[in-house]
């Protein structure tokens, strides 16, 4: 079946560095790749949809300069989150898509502190 | 707006009971409905999808449009059912393919 890698798992960083979190579709290619943050007992949040090749598509209220996704491979999408700051601490995942929803593959997440 | 809501953040059944895990929706067209599960320290994975109108692992889900309610069912729970279920919801045909809205999701709990 259908695999996604995401990368790490957990990173802890100091408030002002930038982390770079990978999501990586092993056995099929994706040809758009979403990213959603979770905090604590609260549901998945959409933060924007990447398509190879082209910008991200960002939600509302979602910073682009602050989350900058970068899809450039149909097996690769990459989520910097740029100087970082305490309040961006929470869980990121990654879903990878190739058509329909029923075809979303998600990764394992991603648990971000920021000290 | 789409809107996806799920109005019990916790339920406990024993074991052998029935269960029923509560999502309605809002939408303006015809969306695709879907039942995702994340059990402990593991991904989330697709559990069934209301075009596919199959029961995966006991549980059933018909979309019920006149109530725009898309609520999981299943009538003896397991131990092994306790996880966290998110009912989610796609645009369908004309929005963007694998975009998805959750629900706050339902954390479920069957006692032995």
């Known amino acids: 079946g259908a695999v996604v890698s995401q990368h790490p798992s957990r990173v802890i960083c100091k408030s002002g560095t930038s982390v770079k979190i990978e999501c990586r579709s092993l056995?099929?290619?994706?040809?758009?790749m979403f990213w959603y943050r979770q905090f604590p007992k609260q549901s998945l949040m959409l933060m924007a949809t990447?398509?190879?090749?082209?910008?991200?598509?960002?939600e509302q209220g979602v910073e682009k300069d602050k989350f900058l996704i970068n899809h450039a491979s149909l097996t690769l999408s990459t989520l910097t989150v740029t100087s970082a700051h305490p309040e961006d601490s929470s869980f990121y995942i990654c879903?990878?898509?190739?058509?329909?929803?029923?075809?979303?593959?998600f990764g394992s997440g991603t648990r971000l502190t920021v000290v | 707006a789409q809107r996806v809501t799920q109005p019990e953040k916790l339920l406990s059944v024993f074991k052998g009971a029935p269960v029923e895990l509560k999502c309605n929706y809002s939408?303006?067209?015809?969306?695709?409905l879907f039942w995702y599960v994340q059990y402990s320290r593991q991904r989330l994975q697709l559990l069934l999808r209301?075009?596919s109108r199959e029961s995966i692992k006991g549980f059933t889900a018909d979309l019920n449009k006149g109530e725009t309610s898309f609520h999981l069912k299943k009538p003896f729970a397991q131990e092994e059912d306790s996880a966290m279920y998110y009912c989610?919801?796609?645009?369908?045909?004309?929005?963007?393919?694998?975009?998805?809205?959750f629900g706050r999701g339902t954390q479920l709990t069957v006692w032995p």
């Open positions: 879903s990878a898509s190739f058509g329909t929803a029923a075809r979303n593959t």
């Open positions: 939408y303006s067209g015809s969306p695709e």
């Open positions: 209301h075009i």
């Open positions: 990447s398509n190879e090749g082209s910008k991200a598509t960002y």
């Open positions: 056995d099929f290619q994706a040809t758009t």
């Open positions: 989610a919801l796609s645009g369908g045909r004309g929005s963007t393919l694998g975009r998805l809205y």
